[in-house]
């Protein structure tokens, strides 16, 4: 199969199922797994925090941080169409009692500093108490400018909050810019990184942030029931797509704007190429092509797209190589 619904579907390589296999292992609830321990302390320095926390996934990431950084009936700002505001099930606001304050987001991915600090709420006792900036890069596989971040970071101090990115793609805008990913994580006071998705490994993400701020999502983590055991055999997955899979980000890219000029040569298909910074292809299918049919004609060739309503995203990982979108370009002619 090959597999343009996400980079979330790439699978552990031969390699990656060897160290996996051979990882020490101990009780990680008892602090004894030597593998998470090493990953923690080895992912906090190259990332420039104090502390590491490896949890299940990138939601349970984005909670733990978001409640660590608020309490009951404090309020986070952050996009409309933040990951962790709208694909979260609100667990902020479920879980923690934390308000969202969305805002638009802007064509760029962020969020406009003047509609922000319209929304921070005065020191008064109608309001929800304004505490925390959460950003999002990439954000629909847009990067955010790096003279923003710096911006966004003058305006949060400015106004005493705290900010969090979800950092999920982090990588991949870090590719994009050709910078360190220090440099992006430089303006926050904790960050998510998801080991998931385009880095390649089965399960697990981190959350970054000060030793305290750390310490309290610990006990956050074990209150949500995420508190794993040998994780260590998922960790050692997470050590190895950090360490070789950060580079090679630049084919998917390269190949994410190959996609896109491939895709506008069907008819009914149009792909704003300018708009393809990182591995994600947003593209609209006019009235005339049905898309669950051509999706369904297309599973049957081995191949799995998304169908949305005349509108779709497609995304280039690992598993998916020059060919494979060849592959896709030429059944998805022959479907029309
Ligand atoms: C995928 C994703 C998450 C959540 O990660 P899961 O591991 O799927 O829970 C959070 N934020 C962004 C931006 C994502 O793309």
């Known amino acids: 199969m090959i597999d343009f619904r996400s980079d979330t579907v790439t699978r552990p390589s031969e390699k990656m199922r060897t160290v996996m296999a051979q990882a020490e292992v101990g009780d990680d609830v008892y602090g004894d797994d030597p593998t998470v321990n090493d990953l923690e302390t080895w992912a906090a320095e190259r990332h420039g925090f104090a502390s590491a926390l490896f949890t299940s996934s990138g939601t349970q990431a984005n909670l733990l941080g978001i409640l660590s950084h608020c309490g009951r009936g404090d309020e ?40 922000l600090a319209k929304a921070v709420k005065p020191d008064d006792n109608h309001f929800a108490k304004t505490r925390l900036l959460s950003l999002e890069n990439t ?21 005493g909050l705290a900010m969090h990115l979800d950092g999920a793609r982090v990588y991949n805008a870090a590719v994009a810019l050709d910078v360190d990913v220090t440099q992006i994580a430089q303006h926050f006071d904790s960050m998510t990184v998801c080991l998931s998705k385009g880095l390649g490994a089965p399960v697990g ?10 310490a309290r999502a610990r006990r956050l983590r074990k209150m949500v029931g995420g508190g794993m055991r040998q994780a260590g055999i ?27 000029a491939q895709l506008n040569t069907l008819p ?3 792909c704003d190429e300018a708009s393809v910074q990182t591995n994600i292809v ?8 049905a898309i669950q049919a051509l999706a369904s004609t297309l599973k049957a060739q081995g191949i799995l797209i998304s169908p949305g ?28």
């Open 309 to 336: 309503y005349q509108g779709m995203r497609l995304v280039t990982h690992l598993d998916v190589s020059r060919s494979s979108i060849d592959r896709l370009i030429s059944a998805w002619r022959a479907c029309l």
């Open 234 to 260: 998922l960790a050692a997955a997470g050590k190895l797509a950090l360490a070789e899979n950060v580079s090679r980000l630049v084919e998917d890219h390269a190949n994410a704007r190959y996609l896109a």
């Open 205 to 214: 993400s981190l959350l970054f942030g000060s030793q305290e701020f750390i």
């Open 282 to 289: 947003f593209l609209n299918v006019d009235q005339t092509v």
């Open 76 to 115: 986070y700002l952050c996009g409309q169409d933040a990951h962790n505001y709208k694909y979260e099930a609100g667990g902020a606001a479920v879980l923690g009692s934390v308000q969202p304050q969305p805002i638009e987001n802007s064509a760029d991915g962020s969020l406009d500093l003047a509609k």
């Open 139 to 159: 954000m629909g596989g847009k990067v955010l400018p790096m003279a923003y971040l710096a911006q966004a970071r003058g305006f949060a101090e400015r106004q």
């Open 268 to 270: 009914g298909v149009s």
